[in-house]
């Protein structure tokens, strides 16, 4: 054989094996967090009490006359300016009470995830309003065939354990529109645990006989949701949103799960001092608490308190900044203190390229993130410009980035065996090297993660393979997938009957 045609044949094996996948996955989504705790014991009490001060003292402005009714009659009691104020006890009460843990259903039911307790899920999130396009490599506007595309390309990937909807389909004008062919995506190209929003109250319902169609028959998902609401009910600072919490009603009545998300931004919304932010951010996402259990006790909601940092001398978002990365960790680290189930935000790159800021701000803010604890991190997938933009390749590298942390929160297992007293004294005895023993064996595949876009090669090798970068890489694998994955989830009759009853624009 030719030396070139041996090194093609090589080159071959060696994709071959990277390919092939692990006998055990040594880390697989679902992992312990909360071995992070940038706050001691005595800061989150006393970050706890003056959000109850807050509550207490200032409570919430803009109270829908509805939600007026059910907070007073679960014991707020009428403040300055109409506003509405919970005394300590109501809030405390509402804590003891609430949803501790809850299933996200997947319509497969092996995809579903359970939310609560300490572990940690990586899913997606964000409304981004352009696309990074994979052929050109510059933005432009989202799409609905970019919501389709994405949809599909996660469906595939291991470690996006729940997908919301990444991107906003702006060639869809129209309201309605807009959130029937959201849903119709996420039901069309995935059986994952699914998550939307719903921009009007009225547009609840329709979409839920949707569901019914894809769950078997009217009242049929309200049985096993396999999708869950995200909603923004409070206006930073310290006031709900009508509309918003027109939308918890509805979600309420037809049994949708939520995330009830605090958006809070340091500095312009929320106080610049990052304790002073996380007081103000606790009390607002416990008044969404609090609000979903007047109107439902222990109705599932995650508490989403999500810190989010601007750049104070431009009043540009800095997804990417250690501020955020801090901010995310410590707050998931007081809701699971509050023993509630925690979402929180990062990944949320500012970067524009797949490039080492991209990396570098991912990597911080998402390690950080699981390793307090979060039980659902969401933004951390496929999110670039600061959550304006959505990346195929972003998807594809994020996937394998989150193997690695999931690895990290593993951690250790230390036990006799892989202690390894006799496999060191054959070793030492016998050939002087572990190579090839039944111990290397044995941790070889249960210990040790192998990725597959990573580029491990010394630098002679990867020059002759093309030297190729990481986006490069990213974008063959996201090509590939949407070539050749094409799920049918929808059986005809199912998709005949969605169309016959709804606008469907693709």
């Not at 699914?194 to 169609?213: G, K, Q, R, Y």
């Amino acid at each position: 054989m030719s030396s070139e045609g041996g090194k093609r044949s090589g080159r071959r094996a060696r994709h071959a094996q990277r390919a092939a996948k692990p006998v055990v996955d040594p880390c697989p989504p679902g992992q312990k967090g909360g071995t992070f705790h940038p706050l001691t014991p005595s800061e989150i009490a006393q970050i706890y009490d003056t959000a109850l001060r807050l509550l207490e003292t200032l409570g919430m402005g803009n109270v829908p006359d509805r939600l007026a009714a059910d907070l007073q009659a679960a014991g707020a009691q009428p403040g300055q300016q109409d506003r509405l104020v919970f005394p300590r006890e109501m809030v405390e009460r509402t804590i003891q009470s609430a949803a501790k843990t809850f299933t996200f259903h997947g319509r497969d039911e092996t995809r579903d995830i359970q939310v609560g307790g300490d572990r940690v899920f990586f899913g997606t999130g964000g409304a981004a309003v352009q696309t990074l396009d994979i052929d050109s490599g510059l933005y432009r506007p989202s799409t609905l065939v970019d919501l389709h595309d994405f949809t599909r390309l996660q469906d595939t990937l291991p470690n996006v354990s729940w997908f919301t909807r990444c991107c906003v389909a702006t060639d869809v004008p129209e309201v309605r529109d807009l959130d029937v062919n959201t849903a119709y995506a996420l039901v069309r190209n995935t059986t994952k645990p699914v998550a939307t929003s719903f921009t009007l109250a009225e547009n609840v319902a329709p979409i839920v006989e949707m569901l019914d169609i894809v769950a078997g028959g009217p009242g049929e998902f309200a049985k096993r949701p396999f999708l869950k609401a995200h909603i923004s009910p409070v206006i930073s600072p310290l006031r709900y949103g009508e509309d918003a919490v027109d939308v918890v009603y509805e979600c309420v009545a037809h049994n949708i799960p939520m995330s009830c998300i605090t958006a809070a931004q340091a500095g312009a919304t929320a106080p610049a001092t990052l304790a002073g932010f996380l007081a103000q951010s606790l009390a607002e996402t416990l008044a969404s608490l609090v609000m979903v259990n007047a109107i439902q006790p222990g109705f599932p909601m995650v508490f989403s308190n999500w810190p989010f940092i601007v750049d104070l001398r431009t009043g540009s978002f800095a997804g990417g900044s250690g501020e955020t990365a801090i901010l995310n960790a410590a707050s998931a680290q007081i809701t699971n203190w509050l023993g509630l189930p925690s979402g929180v935000a990062a990944s949320m790159t500012d970067a524009k390229a797949i490039d080492a800021q991209y990396g570098a701000e991912k990597g911080i803010t998402s390690l950080a993130a699981a390793l307090a604890g979060g039980n659902l991190i969401y933004e951390s997938s496929g999110m670039t410009a600061s959550l304006l933009g959505a990346s195929f390749e972003a998807f594809v590298l994020d996937d394998e980035m989150h193997s690695h942390t999931y690895r990290a929160l593993r951690g250790i297992e230390v036990t006799e065996e892989n202690l390894g007293f006799d496999a060191i004294c054959q070793s030492v005895l016998g050939d002087g090297h572990f190579l090839g023993s039944a111990h290397t064996y044995a941790a070889m595949e249960r210990d040790y993660f192998y990725p597959t876009l990573a580029d491990r090669n010394e630098p002679r090798t990867w020059q002759e393979e093309g030297a190729t970068d990481a986006w490069s890489a990213a974008r063959e694998k996201a090509k590939e997938v949407l070539a050749t994955h094409h799920p049918k989830y929808l059986t005809d009759a199912q998709d005949a009957e969605i169309r016959r009853r709804f606008r469907i624009l693709i």
